[in-house]
């Protein structure tokens, strides 16, 4: 089953912040987020395990409640290079350790 | 340089045939997965195989096989059973273990005419 991410999508000025959520119906091991240019290959940016962990890249950091099966990856003074469409995936013990990736977040910085 | 390569960018088939999709790795890595991509759907699992010579379904693999003769090589076929097959297709593999990084190809646009 699909973790759903919400908002579908969002539009920014150059240096505002932005929040995406994502939530599943089952027990989460570990959250991945991804970011994917159009046409492109997803580009790994970080992976939160079982914990309550939250780690940052420059300025986009994430947290992940276990509890409530939900994580959130916080994008701060964003850059025109921001832009993309961000995945979360869930490991699914089911798959091996496939990821099961929900339908996205369009974000789209502009000037 | 360590990577995994999918061939070819582009491919254009006409409706009926079988085509065939070619991911290759040189990361040692003995899991590899295969998705596809469609518009506002995210990815969505087709096979995954753990080690060589054994693969599972996974959740659309109607219409998709697979096969996995040597770790560096996870070819995808995709049938004329496919009733949708235009897509983007991407391959991935990673460490067989929870919470490590997939490392993803640059994927192969399907365009059946």
């Known amino acids: 089953q699909q973790p759903v991410q919400s908002p579908q999508a969002v539009i920014l000025r150059e240096g505002e912040d932005a929040v995406i959520n994502c939530s599943s119906s089952?027990?989460?091991?570990?959250v991945h987020w991804y970011r994917q240019k159009h046409g492109e290959a997803p580009v790994f940016l970080m992976i939160?395990?079982?914990?309550?962990e939250q780690k940052g890249h420059e300025k986009i950091s994430a947290s992940f409640n276990e509890k409530k099966q939900q994580s959130s990856l916080y994008l701060t003074a964003s850059q025109l290079s921001y832009s993309g469409t961000y995945f979360c995936?869930?490991?699914?013990?089911?798959?091996?350790?496939?990821?099961?990736f929900g339908k996205g977040t369009s974000l789209l910085v502009t000037p | 340089d360590g990577g995994i390569t999918q061939s070819p960018k582009y491919l254009f088939r006409k409706e009926g045939q079988n085509v065939t999709l070619s991911c290759e790795q040189n990361?040692?890595?003995?899991?590899m997965y295969w998705y596809r991509q469609d518009p506002g759907q995210g990815l969505r699992l087709i096979y995954y195989?753990?080690?060589?010579?054994?693969?599972q379904k996974g959740d659309i693999a109607e219409g998709y096989s697979v096969s996995r003769e040597k770790k560096e090589s996870f070819p995808l076929t995709v049938t004329s059973a496919q009733k949708n097959p235009t897509a983007f297709y991407l391959c991935?593999?990673?460490?067989?273990?929870?919470?490590?990084?997939?490392?993803f190809g640059q994927g192969t646009r399907l365009t059946v005419v």
């Open positions: 991935a593999s990673s460490i067989t273990s929870a919470g490590v990084e997939a490392f």
């Open positions: 089952k027990a989460l091991y570990s």
């Open positions: 939160l395990l079982k914990g309550g």
């Open positions: 995936g869930t490991e699914s013990p089911n798959s091996g350790y496939a990821l099961n």
């Open positions: 990361l040692n890595h003995d899991a």
């Open positions: 195989s753990q080690i060589v010579n054994d693969f």
